[in-house]
């Protein structure tokens, strides 16, 4: 089985903390990978419903346009995810951690096929002053893919360049975001990202 398959939409470690976090499915053949494939492909987009997707509701997401508008049906380029986490959120996201999704990328190669979608941390769409609202700086990135490899379907979560974000004008956002980003890098985001692949390939 190529793992390195859609490697090349994953971004360069070069600062911080990375995590991977993968599940893998395997089927008796090829046809029927190939149909699980559309629906694990499906939930991967399906960002409004992740929270659902992970067994449990402790962060939630919700699709929002560059006008700050609540988007419904699949991710596309340059929408923007509202994440609701637990604990208080920031001045500077109205309360919300936010990303923006810069690329959704599907390939294919004989006996193989993937969606990769990578999104960073970004100033909310609702906001003049530029700040990135989130706890991870802007040069952190996850890459969300699900692929097929022959008989086998993986959900995968790529996190690279993590940092926590303490540049922000507001103390208060800063020292919270110093909190939860060090969480994060010591792996208490694991779970959570666990959760949303193993829901990706549920039955």
């Given at each position: 089985?190529?793992?390195?398959?859609?490697?090349?939409?994953?971004?360069?470690?070069?600062?911080?903390?990375?995590?991977?976090?993968?599940?893998?499915?395997s089927?008796?053949?090829?046809?029927?990978?190939?149909?699980?494939?559309?629906?694990?492909?499906?939930?991967?987009?399906?960002?409004?419903?992740?929270?659902?997707?992970?067994?449990?509701?402790?962060?939630?997401?919700?699709?929002?346009?560059?006008?700050?508008?609540?988007?419904?049906?699949?991710?596309?380029n340059?929408?923007?995810?509202?994440?609701?986490?637990?604990?208080?959120g920031?001045?500077?996201?109205?309360?919300?951690?936010?990303?923006?999704?810069?690329?959704?990328?599907?390939?294919?190669?004989?006996g193989?096929e993937l969606?990769?979608?990578?999104?960073?941390?970004?100033?909310?769409?609702?906001?003049?002053?530029?700040?990135?609202?989130?706890?991870?700086?802007?040069?952190?990135?996850?890459?969300?893919?699900?692929?097929?490899?022959?008989?086998h379907v993986?959900?995968?979560?790529?996190?690279?360049?993590?940092q926590?974000?303490t540049?922000?004008?507001?103390?208060?956002?800063?020292?919270?975001?110093?909190?939860?980003?060090?969480?994060?890098?010591?792996?208490?985001?694991?779970?959570q990202?666990?959760?949303?692949?193993?829901?990706?390939?549920?039955?």
């Amino acid at each position: 089985m190529r793992k390195e398959f859609g490697n090349e939409h994953i971004p360069k470690q070069e600062i911080g903390e990375e995590m991977d976090v993968m599940e893998k499915r395997s089927f008796e053949n090829k046809a029927i990978a190939i149909d699980f494939f559309k629906t694990a492909r499906h939930r991967l987009l399906d960002v409004n419903r992740w929270a659902k997707l992970t067994g449990h509701e402790l962060s939630s997401f919700q699709l929002v346009s560059s006008f700050g508008n609540p988007v419904e049906g699949l991710a596309g380029n340059g929408d923007y995810i509202r994440i609701d986490i637990p604990g208080p959120g920031t001045s500077v996201g109205q309360g919300y951690d936010w990303v923006l999704i810069e690329s959704i990328v599907e390939a294919s190669e004989v006996g193989m096929e993937l969606v990769s979608m990578k999104v960073r941390p970004t100033a909310s769409p609702l906001s003049n002053n530029g700040d990135t609202a989130h706890f991870l700086t802007e040069q952190a990135t996850s890459t969300f893919q699900v692929k097929r490899i022959g008989q086998h379907v993986l959900a995968e979560e790529h996190g690279r360049n993590e940092q926590p974000n303490t540049y922000t004008m507001s103390t208060t956002a800063n020292i919270r975001n110093m909190l939860v980003g060090w969480a994060a890098t010591l792996g208490l985001s694991y779970p959570q990202w666990k959760s949303l692949v193993k829901g990706i390939l549920a039955d």
